[in-house]
């Protein structure tokens, strides 16, 4: 019997004929785990093996989806060579006749319609350089003032927060390193346990130092198991609460009276909006009882070091800009910023959600957080790109605001790299109905998503594993992604797509680069002086130094760490407190007779947003199959809802057919629904259109709802 296994385990071995390994970093979230591919030839075929690699963010953790990573690369389903739409069939095609039909409908629209009937729609899923060359291919290569990113849909809020408030936005204001060091840490409406599983470590040290964690949320999650105290908040009243936090901080005058005098504006007005309010207004808004306010006030307060971080449950409603600026108003007024365990974290999504929205694919902005409407800005990256500053575009719109430009008429045609907008926008249908109603869409993809069997021409894009580039990581940590992988097929990485169009419509001498790192180093030059200055970061040095956080102006900087320890970035110096209304400017979605519950929306871990690439991993997707939405039970049976049953939920706009999950979770007056699913379970049907005034952000998280058995309304 012995000899029987130890022969299997020999031949097993044997098998084993070569074996290579490849660095990567996780093509999801923001933490940006280092990652190794090992790639293992067994006779007749392939196995492959992702293990994490050790560096100053993650530490060789990797979560369950960047374990499985690779799983949706080798997918048989990945695309490998262009397609065209010829009579409604998707066929292959050379890169050659796929640039030809790119060409001529590009032209022609153009010479009908004007440059600014083509629009380009981007990701923070690409690299820095691929973001940057977006920006200057829509402003360049195309001179059309239509360009804006998903990342509309989910930094927006915070990014457009911090700008005001700090005069500069670093999604962290401090490195990761120094959460274990604060005392009182408040976590709004993130859930990091299943977003950002790898940061747990630093959470959880940090209670182990003896940190109290409050957790804003509706609904119990795996995040807020960790928290001291949970506030299980009534959806979209974040600013309430924290006018709420204020309140007691400047009643009870817990305030950091010289920190205000030296350093903050706008304290007086602040004080004056929240004295007017009363408490018993803000409890019945938000559902949190004063005493909880009062708990939270106190100890953020007294505690010598404390830091709050934000997510998209704060930041995705249409006021999510001003709920984020009251967290900051409480940072300010008792001082907590700038020192050790003290500041500000927007907690990023997407793997590149920081870098990408400092370099230009905004509608108002050019690389380095520079200005498309500042004359001195214009006059700098005209310079750098080698055209005249009248013709570089004026600012276009956001991302939702596209659709209906082509709706209006405005925009024909569209180029869309790395994003899947008919299920991740608000208002889905309206959004599909505007793509269908484009005389011509290019979409760059990994797959045939949802939107992109709406293309007329789709080129496929190479992925994590075969593609170099920066990535700057969730605290302000420029990355250099090692990718070696050789690209299948006739796949192209995204920068070599802009280039090879940018060279058919003639442009060419704008965009001559032979690597990523070229792009790069264009990229150092023309963010040089701006608030996101990368000057001084280059490939050598990410290669020896593990990263460098941004700013890094000089060749010698050795990056910043830590922000704003003695002056913010407006140009007196101070930050910018602002007194925020309880009511929202632009009105959310309201609960009434026929739609009385709120929904709101968010993730799972095993998913990654529209679910195109997760869906397509066998051990993630067999983790969930498909949709739910989480129901408390005594809200279940007032509407007659079985658990694990099929449930119609609709809204003013549309609905959807999802599986029920019984949970004492979550509040009795609200539902949740996940988004990574598509078509009956799009739940981005139910979202509607309003956005934030300020940044243009979609109340992803609120909306009015009714909810159903399946069987009912059929
Ligand atoms: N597994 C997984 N990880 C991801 C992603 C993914 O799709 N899947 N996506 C990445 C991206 S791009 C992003 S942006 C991040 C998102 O990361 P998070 O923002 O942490 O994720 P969400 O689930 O959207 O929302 C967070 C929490 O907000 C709560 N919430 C809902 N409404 C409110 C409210 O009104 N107030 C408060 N305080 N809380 C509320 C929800 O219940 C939810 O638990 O995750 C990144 N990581
Ligand atoms: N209801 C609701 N809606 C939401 C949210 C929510 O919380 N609730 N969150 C919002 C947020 S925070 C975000 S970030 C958006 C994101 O939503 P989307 O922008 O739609 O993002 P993905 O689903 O990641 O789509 C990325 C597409 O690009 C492809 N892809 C992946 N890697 C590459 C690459 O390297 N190159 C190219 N060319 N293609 C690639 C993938 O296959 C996929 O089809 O959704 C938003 N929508
Ligand atoms: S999904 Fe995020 S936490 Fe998980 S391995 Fe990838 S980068 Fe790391
Ligand atoms: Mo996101």
Request: proline share 4%.
């Amino acid at each position: 019997m012995t000899e029987m296994l130890l022969k299997y385990f020999r031949t097993k071995q044997n098998h084993v004929e070569s074996e290579k390994t490849y660095d990567s970093q996780c093509p999801f979230c923001s933490m940006q785990c280092k990652m190794q591919l090992i790639e293992q030839s067994i006779v007749t075929r392939k196995k492959y093996t992702t293990i994490g690699l050790d560096n100053p963010t993650t530490q060789g953790r990797l979560c369950v989806k960047g374990i499985n990573a690779h799983q949706h690369i080798f997918h048989k389903d990945r695309l490998k060579y262009p397609l065209i739409k010829v009579n409604g069939e998707f066929v292959r095609a050379t890169w050659e006749e796929a640039l030809k039909v790119i060409k001529e409908n590009i032209e022609s629209i153009q010479e009908r319609n004007g440059k600014n009937a083509m629009s380009v729609y981007g990701s923070a899923s690409i690299t820095n350089e691929e973001a940057y060359l977006l920006g200057k291919f829509a402003r360049v290569g195309l001179e059309t003032k239509y360009i804006d990113y998903n990342g509309r849909l989910c930094m927006s809020s915070a990014a457009s927060a911090a700008t005001q408030t700090f005069g500069m936005d670093r999604g962290f204001t401090n490195s990761i390193g120094e959460i274990p060091s604060s005392r009182c840490i408040i976590l709004a409406g993130t859930n990091i346990a299943e977003c950002q599983p790898t940061i747990m470590p630093y959470f959880e040290k940090a209670k182990e130092n003896g940190a109290y964690i409050i957790a804003i949320d509706p609904r119990e999650t795996a995040t807020t198991k960790l928290a001291d105290l949970h506030i299980k908040i009534k959806p979209g009243t974040d600013a309430a609460f924290a006018n709420g936090v204020l309140k007691v901080i400047i009643e009870e005058q817990l305030y950091n009276e010289s920190f205000i005098s030296e350093r903050v504006s706008g304290f007086e007005e602040v004080k004056e909006n929240v004295t007017s309010m009363s408490f018993e207004e803000i409890e019945s808004m938000t559902g949190v009882p004063i005493e909880q306010i009062r708990r939270v006030a106190h100890r953020f307060a007294k505690e010598e070091t404390g830091m709050i971080f934000t997510a998209r449950g704060v930041e995705q409603q249409t006021d999510g800009s001003a709920a984020v600026r009251n967290f900051l108003n409480i940072i300010l007024s008792v001082g907590k910023i700038g020192k050790v365990g003290c500041g500000y974290g927007a907690i990023t999504g997407q793997g590149n959600g920081q870098g990408a929205r400092e370099h230009g694919q905004k509608a108002d902005q050019l690389p380095g957080y520079r200005l498309i409407e500042n004359e001195e800005h214009r006059a700098y990256i005209a310079k750098v790109w080698g055209v005249n500053k009248e013709e570089l575009p004026r600012k276009g719109v956001s991302a939702y605001e596209m659709f209906e430009k082509i709706h209006d008429g405005d925009i024909s045609g569209m180029l869309l790299m790395c994003s899947n907008p008919i299920v991740s926008n608000p208002n889905a249908k309206f959004v599909e109905e505007a793509l269908k109603k484009l005389s011509f869409l290019v979409v760059v993809d990994l797959f045939v998503s949802e939107t992109a069997q709406l293309a007329d021409v789709i080129l496929p894009a190479s992925s994590y594993l075969e593609d170099e580039g920066t990535m700057t990581n969730v605290e302000g940590r420029v990355t250099l992604r090692e990718a070696s992988y050789p690209c299948p097929e006739e796949v192209k990485h995204d920068w070599q797509i802009l280039c090879e169009i940018a060279h058919v419509l003639g442009k060419g001498k704008y965009f001559p680069f032979k690597s990523a790192e070229d792009i790069f180093n264009e990229l150092r030059v023309a963010s040089k002086g701006g608030l996101a200055d990368y000057y001084g970061v280059t490939y050598e040095r990410l290669r020896a130094e593990k990263g460098l956080l941004w700013p890094c102006p000089t060749l010698e900087h050795k990056g910043t760490v830590r922000l704003f320890e003695n002056s913010f970035a407006h140009s007196d110096g101070r930050a910018k407190m602002v007194s925020v209304s309880n009511v929202p400017l632009v009105s959310k979605d309201k609960v009434s007779e026929e739609f009385p519950l709120y929904l709101t929306t968010g993730r799972v871990v095993s998913h990654y947003l529209t679910g195109v690439q997760t869906r397509k991993s066998a051990a993630l997707a067999a983790r969930n199959v498909e949709s739910h939405v989480e129901i408390h039970p005594i809200t279940a049976l007032k509407y007659g809802i079985q658990d694990e049953t099929l449930v119609k939920i609709s809204s003013r706009r549309g609905s959807i057919v999802v599986r029920s999950k019984w949970s004492e979770s979550i509040r009795q007056d609200t539902l949740f629904v996940p988004f990574h699913w598509a078509n009956s379970q799009n739940v981005n049907f139910l979202v509607g259109s309003e956005l934030d005034p300020t940044c243009r952000m979609p109340g992803f998280k609120l909306s009015a709802v009714k909810i159903s058995t399946a069987m009912d309304v059929v």
